[in-house]
């Protein structure tokens, strides 16, 4: 095993280079969800290039399939996702490769994702005599946008034709160092549901609020008791989140609006918790506007499922980690964290684990969390990443 882990790292240093300069070509051309046609034509190219078969379940996206040297039924499948983000991207450390498309942005570190699989598709290519079963390599769209592209993949039943049987994936992370995993069996990712609400009053003048119904002062009044769902609501032993992203009413200062509207978040773990926090805010929507005389919209739109981390798979992963990291490179976590990810579509189907590749470092201005303009990776990361990938396939 020892001889295995030394020639996965080194085939890995030998591609450095490659991931690296995959990484920029993608993140200078960055494509947002569902959009992805220039990305995926030029993951084809390479997989191509290497003689692995691709295909094409999707719009965009795309599949790459190893068939190894050892006849097995066992089949194992990689994850990346690799869409950016609709935003601006900041940040000189990434001057050379800045984003050169208006409002998209790899500032998730999915362009770093899709060159580390690329790279992991390098190493196995190489030792593809030696590989029992088959691989396949997923290079997935639109993990940023609902209803996701993990779960249109997962319903096409391409991967069941295939005999998928486990699945692995990984998202960088600021919070760990290049050469670190972090990573828990369990719960690990929180489920993300979003709402849209629209308070409904009568409008007026400003200086006759009583011939009004002020739907900014019931908007107050639904917010406040929104924060009350969580501490009295559901059971302090489980993780919940409810916040208000964006409140948006009235146009000046002396006009009393018609409505008002919000937006916002609730992550759960649970269906039973996302759909108890859901009637609760139902209840005190109706509870607040009809008696002043208002109304309301309610929608409830459900996200991704949470991520649970298959035990066994989980297990295998840290044991090849430490193979490839030492067990000081293994972080297990005590507790999950409330960001969603659609990997969780797959873990419905098939035993799944994903874990995150540690990518912050203060050399590389990659300590900025996700999401943020100047989000970057220090591309070491890549080191580990398509090293450990690899190494699940070889050793599992």
């Known amino acids: 095993m020892a001889d295995l882990t030394r020639t996965i790292q080194q085939k890995a240093e030998f591609h450095f280079d490659y991931m690296v300069q995959t990484r920029r070509y993608l993140h ?22 290497l003689g692995i078969d691709t295909y094409r379940p999707l719009d965009t996206g795309c599949v790459g399939i190893i068939e190894g040297g050892k006849k097995s039924d066992r089949v194992i499948a990689l ?39 690329l790279g992991t598709a390098q190493i196995l290519s190489e030792m593809q005599d030696e590989i029992e079963g088959k691989i ?31 699945i692995y994936g990984l998202h960088t992370n600021p919070d760990y160092a290049p050469g670190q995993i972090a990573v828990k069996s369990g719960p690990l990712m929180a489920r993300p549901d979003e709402f849209e609400i629209t308070i409904k009053g009568v409008g007026g ?26 501490s009295r609501s559901i059971d302090p032993t489980e993780p919940a989140v409810v916040t208000i992203g964006r409140v948006r009413g009235g146009t000046t200062y002396n006009v009393i609006p018609a409505k008002a ?17 859901r009637d609760r805010m139902e209840q005190i929507l109706k509870g607040i506007t009809e008696p002043a005389g208002g109304g309301y919209e309610f929608a409830f739109n459900e996200g991704y499922p ?8 989980t297990q295998k992963l840290m044991s090849a980690a430490r193979s490839v990291l030492g067990s000081d490179g293994v972080i297990e976590l005590k507790k999950p964290i409330m960001a969603g990810e659609d990997f969780a579509f797959y873990q419905q189907e098939f035993p799944g ?30 080191l580990t990443g398509s090293a450990l990938m690899a190494g699940l396939v070889m050793g599992e």
């Open 28 to 49: 200078k051309n960055p494509e947002i969800s569902f959009k992805e046609h220039d990305t995926t034509d030029y993951i084809l190219h390479e997989l191509k290039k």
């Open 79 to 117: 994850r990346a996702d690799i869409d950016a983000l609709s935003m601006e991207e900041e940040g000189e450390a990434k001057a050379e490769f800045v984003s050169e498309r208006e409002g998209a942005a790899h500032c998730c570190g999915h362009d770093a994702h899709t060159a580390n699989l």
């Open 136 to 166: 396949l390599l997923i290079f997935q769209p639109a993990e940023e946008t609902l209803p996701g592209g993990g779960r249109l993949l997962t319903e096409s039943g391409f991967l069941q034709e295939k005999g998928v049987q486990s």
């Open 205 to 230: 003048h400003a200086a006759t609020p009583h011939l009004t119904v002020d739907p900014i002062v019931l908007m107050g009044q639904v917010i406040s008791q929104f924060q009350t769902i969580v």
């Open 261 to 277: 509207e919000m937006i916002g978040t609730v992550r759960t773990f649970s269906e039973k918790n996302a759909y108890l926090v």
């Open 306 to 313: 949470a991520v649970i981390n298959d035990e066994e798979l």
């Open 353 to 382: 684990a994903f874990f995150f590749l540690g990518s912050g470092s203060e050399e590389a201005d990659s300590k900025w969390s996700w999401h943020h303009p100047r989000y970057n990776v220090d591309e070491k990361c890549m």
